[in-house]
């Protein structure tokens, strides 16, 4: 259409980095530049991604049946912990950075993020931070209280050592990343929009990753306020969990939970925008209802911080509060409805064509309907009080966060893998990784539901025979070996494709948004004349873009130079936090010390060379 | 042709799916004694009907939605030489359709839900309930019964019949206790008192568990729960308010000490041999630590860390329900209680062989 009139030219231009990504080591470390930070979130995500299923799978090796003694409960306890926390924290929330990273600014019609070296340091504080908490493994263990970390297993008395630690301090360095790259990508997409984007106009993903970065800059406060008390309690000996000196233990579930839901929603949302772009560009068709589409992802946002205390139906709480948040819980299933309706009518009447990232997007709302009812089904106070904290739940969150978000992600990896390496992944692999994924993750969780009905707790590292348990875990052991396997499918996928995939130039797929109208890989200045926009689907419109963004005869924009400060800054962070872990004042200090001037080299180092 | 082959891949999905769901059912057989869906009480067979009424709306959404993506999957299918579709935006009375549609199943859902919370979360109202208080400890559960002063350990007794007002408590962290037969989840707090009700309707034998990560251990924080009929319950809980045997104000009932005895003595007529091992034992028993937190009802021994001991012998299971009270694993848990359940507050005390089977057998005859 359109589109390849003004994107078929590749930018020729004159620089020599201009998309491609060879460099060495330190042109990596003190990089700025949005897409390749998007890329090392991608690769660090996704190896913590790996991680966390490796442990996964080590739980599920112990449950595949009863009374198993390959792994002792202490380790156990470790690994479930450290699951939850990595895939939540190390694996979806980068995943999601990483597309926004990359995406974010190529949508916006922009030539990078608003604040690039910030941008270099979530990225490293995100990366050391990872590392600082799996480092728990070689210092005396992992942490072991669950990722919720309940008030008062976690203090010093029930849970002494430093596994607790690890991970009051790593959570609150990750916080820091997330914090800044929220605030990064809320100027971005404020700011940096191309002339005529008005916010009605934005791609999904980029409505959604605007969105979540409220979500996130709102939610982290919470979490934080919990750890500091945490720590104090922890370090200084105070009592806020303390219930023996007039703490209170349900003060932390409260901390954590109006943090924790709208996490889920921190990690949802950006998968909803994805699918947004994936169904409209192989329906070719524009999404149907947008406005709707866009409100109701805020709506979601919105409801996401009435609702924590679902989490909460078995405290007692009384039946004031479990009705007012089961009502809440409940009316956050309309608007998420809408959106299924509308990505379903978007399909209606439009031109399916079948590639790899529209199987992942199909299979992503027909995995999230069912976590979806699910989580109706939880969010009846009174029906949970059977469901909370059985496998049932476990199944819930898995369709919820494995076939909703992974899919999802998925489903975006394949659409923006041609523009983000110039090759196409294959599609006779794709696909058979998405079939595989789609059995092997339904025979791994499906039966978790009947578990959790027949009285199977969580966090549990074993169950004794008898109870009925033994088949449906076998099941779900075997699912989810084959489920590994097909990740080992995708990387495989992966690496075939890099070495010998098709060249995917800049439009494989036919899309609307901006970041099709320029090469695959993009040029480090990604468009060389800014797009003016005039329609929500601009390279769908008649005649295309009226810029020639790609146009060599204009000059080559200057981009902010490479710095090493915003990495120095980060390890200065993990210093001060080694400092703590360990007691050392000297070290706390060294590392504060490394903040305070590296932040000053930070800031005397002009922009551009 | 092409369409053909294109379908390949999708009819084999399909074929797997339909194997994956019969291994799923036939995974499905059971028995389940855990079961939430198996409900034994008042309270969890309302729970029960509330949850079979959401699944019931579950479902139909589930095909409706599942339907509608299907057809869109297979009917727009790209085509050769198909045109590109008209560029629909969107259609407000859809929109506002679908904004209604699912409120409306939502309020057939929370009208239900909200009369049963109003009905489950409330303390009981009966006046003639019998008071539970549940302590939940690191990994074990405590019952007391105030109205009989009655001391136990893992193994709740119940008459069917009778609202039982369940009183929690955590002596460490936060348990959850569990009788999904009996009823939902209800944490088990360190400085919040919670409560919980419900009137069992059947008798048996249920089995329970933690339900809140406590720590180590937690897979094997497990109880049972004994409803059995008011006068089966009576009986229990005579034979629970007498002192411990061998005290000499106790009877020792015929199966206490199967190897030693066959006939059941009052206590001032034991027989010389039982009076002996009895003794030893005891003696055992007050020397070796165990008293710094065991109790045993007539005894010096008045600890309160543990559970407590006056009638160990009549209980089914030994250390939270993960094992049948036998000699065998009687003398296991006292060689080593942290093999049986790691991180377990009692310590290895490096008993003699000797000293454990005279424990054991004092233990087994605590009837």
């Known amino acids: ?609 | 042709m092409r369409n053909d082959l294109r379908r390949v891949p999708r009819e084999a999905g399909f074929a797997l799916f339909a194997v994956a769901a019969v291994v799923l059912l036939a995974g499905c057989g059971g028995p389940y004694p855990q079961s939430a869906l198996d409900p034994a009480s008042d309270f969890a067979t309302r729970l029960d009907d509330l949850f079979r009424g959401i699944f019931f709306w579950a479902v139909i959404v589930f095909v409706l939605v599942e339907g509608a993506l299907l057809v869109a999957v297979f009917r727009f299918r790209d085509r050769e030489g198909k045109r590109r579709p008209e560029a629909v935006h969107g259609n407000t009375i859809l929109e506002i359709s679908w904004t209604l549609a699912p409120a409306i199943v939502l309020v057939l859902i929370a009208v239900p839900t909200f009369r049963t919370i109003w009905d489950v979360d409330r303390p009981t109202r009966d006046p003639d309930a019998l008071v539970v208080e549940v302590i939940g400890h690191q990994w074990w559960w405590e019952f007391r019964y105030p109205e009989y002063g009655i001391v136990t350990a893992n193994e709740m007794h119940v008459p069917v019949g009778r609202t039982i007002d369940v009183r929690l408590t955590s002596a460490d962290v936060i348990h959850s206790f569990w009788f999904p037969r009996a009823g939902g989840k209800r944490d088990v707090l360190p400085g919040h008192e919670n409560h919980l009700w419900f009137t069992m309707d059947s008798t048996g034998v249920f089995p329970g568990q933690c339900a809140e990560f406590c720590g180590l251990s937690h897979a094997l924080m497990k109880m049972e729960l004994v409803a059995s009929s008011p006068a089966a319950f009576a009986e229990w809980v005579a034979v629970q308010q007498r002192p411990a045997v061998g005290t000499g104000a106790a009877p020792v009932p015929a199966d206490s000490l199967a190897a030693v005895s066959e006939e059941t003595l009052p206590g001032d007529t034991l027989s010389a041999e039982l009076r002996q091992i009895l003794e030893t034992g005891q003696q055992k028993f007050l020397q070796s630590g165990c008293i710094a937190c065991h109790r045993i009802a007539g005894t010096p021994a008045a600890g309160v860390l543990g559970p407590d001991l006056t009638h160990v012998g009549s209980r089914r299971k030994i250390a939270a329900g993960i094992l049948d009270n036998t000699p065998e694993n009687m003398a296991a848990w006292l060689r080593d209680p942290t093999t049986v359940k790691p991180g377990s507050l009692m310590p290895n005390l490096n008993l003699d062989e000797d000293t454990i089977r005279t424990l054991v057998a004092y233990l087994e005859s605590l009837k």
Request: proline fraction near 6%; charge should be neutral.
């Open chain 1, 1 to 609: 259409m359109a589109a390849t009139e003004t994107a078929a030219r590749p930018a020729s231009g004159t620089g020599t980095r201009e998309g491609t990504y060879a460099g060495g080591l330190v042109s990596w470390l003190t990089t700025v530049d949005h897409k390749r930070i998007g890329i090392m979130y991608a690769v660090f995500a996704f190896s913590f991604f790996l991680l966390g299923g490796l442990e996964a799978l080590l739980i599920r090796l112990q449950l595949g049946s009863p009374e198993n003694t390959l792994i002792d409960p202490d380790l156990y306890n470790q690994l479930f912990t450290m699951h939850g926390t990595t895939m939540v924290f190390l694996a979806i929330m980068p995943l999601s950075a990483a597309f926004f990273n990359f995406m974010v600014p190529l949508q916006i019609g922009a030539r990078d993020v608003a604040f690039p070296r910030l941008n270099a340091f979530s990225l490293w504080v995100f990366v050391l931070g990872a590392l600082f908490l799996n480092a728990s493994f070689l210092f005396g263990g992992a942490p072991d209280a669950g990722w919720f970390g309940y008030a008062n297993l976690t203090s010093t008395q029930y849970s002494p050592g430093m596994r607790i630690d690890f991970w009051v301090l790593g959570l609150q360095i990750l916080g820091v990343s997330s914090i800044a790259a929220a605030l990064n990508f809320i100027v971005t997409i404020i700011n940096l929009r191309a002339p005529g984007m008005s916010l009605m106009r934005m791609p999904l993903f980029t409505w959604m990753t605007f969105v979540t970065s409220f979500l996130l800059i709102l939610a982290f406060p919470a979490i934080t306020v919990g750890l500091v008390l945490l720590m104090f309690d922890r370090t200084f000996g105070t009592s806020f969990f303390n219930p023996a000196a007039g703490g209170d233990v349900l003060l932390w579930q409260h901390l954590f939970w109006i943090f924790g839901h709208p996490e889920v929603y921190i990690l949802l949302l950006p998968s909803l925008g994805i699918i947004s772009e994936v169904i409209p560009t192989f329906s070719r068709k524009p999404l149907f209802g947008y406005p709707f589409v866009v409100y109701s992802g805020i709506l979601i946002a919105f409801l996401g911080f009435g609702v924590w205390a679902h989490h909460m139906f078995a405290v007692g709480l009384g039946p004031i509060a479990n009705t007012v948040f089961s009502a809440t819980t409940m009316l956050i299933a309309i608007p998420t409805g809408v959106k299924i309706f509308n990505w379903i009518a978007t399909m209606w009447g439009g031109s399916l064509r079948f590639k790899t990232p529209l199987y992942f997007a199909v299979g992503f709302i027909a995995m999230f309907i069912i976590g979806g009812l699910s989580g109706i089904m939880h969010s009846s106070a009174a029906s949970d009080l059977q469901q909370t904290d059985s496998y049932f739940v476990v199944a819930h969150i898995h369709y919820v966060l494995f076939g909703g978000v992974m899919f999802a992600l998925f489903s975006g990896i394949y659409y923006w893998f041609p523009k983000i390496t110039g090759k196409m992944l294959s599609e006779g692999i794709g696909k058979l990784h998405f079939w595989l994924m789609l059995l092997a993750f339904n025979l791994t969780f499906f039966p978790q539901h009947l578990l959790g009905l027949h009285g199977m707790p969580r966090r549990t590292f074993t169950y004794q025979e008898g109870l009925g348990f033994e088949a449906m875990n076998l099941m779900s052991t075997v699912g989810s070996l084959v489920l590994g396997f097909s990740i080992l499918i995708f990387l495989w996928n992966v690496v075939v494709s890099l070495r010998k995939g098709a060249k995917a130039g800049p439009d494989p797929w036919g899309g609307a948004t901006l970041e099709w109208a320029i090469a695959s890989p993009p040029p480090h200045y990604n468009f060389r004349r800014l797009p003016r926009v005039h329609s929500r689907d601009p390279l769908w419109a008649e005649g295309g873009l009226d810029v020639a963004v790609n146009d060599p005869e204009a000059p080559e924009p200057h981009m902010p130079s490479p710095s090493l400060w915003p990495f120095i800054l980060a390890v200065g962070i993990i210093v001060a936090a080694t400092g703590g872990l360990t007691h050392s004042v000297p070290l706390a200090l060294a590392g504060a010390a490394v903040v305070v001037a590296s932040t000053y080299g930070w800031a005397f180092q002009p922009l551009e060379r």
